[in-house]
Nanobody
């Protein structure tokens, strides 16, 4: 069973930055599309950014230009660099690996952005 472990969440003021990390237990980062999702209180989980096996990046409109997804196939790690954070970015952020759709999930890391 693939395991994904997120880290890097925390509390930050608006305008600040955080970098999330996701480490996979198996060599999947080079083979699967990896993604970051988030879920704010009382809202459905939504996709934030995805990176394909070939390195193509896809972003939601709400984070485009502020967030950057990247990966290192050798260490099975995916990052999400978040800049210019806004209070509406407050959520639990989840790492995901796709296999015929979103298949494997991490337990999440909380990001809290204050005014």
């Amino acid at each position: 069973q693939v395991q994904l472990a997120e880290s890097g969440g925390g509390s930050v003021q608006a305008g600040g930055s955080l970098r999330l990390s996701c480490v996979a237990s198996e060599r999947i980062v080079s083979r699967l599309t990896m993604g970051w999702y988030r879920q704010a209180p009382l809202k459905p989980r939504e996709v934030v950014a995805r990176i394909t096996s070939g390195g193509g990046e896809i972003y939601s409109d709400s984070v485009k230009g502020r967030f950057t997804i990247s990966k290192d196939n050798a260490t099975n790690t995916v990052w999400l660099q978040m800049n210019s954070l806004k209070p509406e970015d407050t959520a639990v952020y989840y790492c995901n690996a796709e296999l015929g759709g979103p298949r494997y999930w991490g337990k999440g890391t909380l990001v809290a952005v204050s005014t």
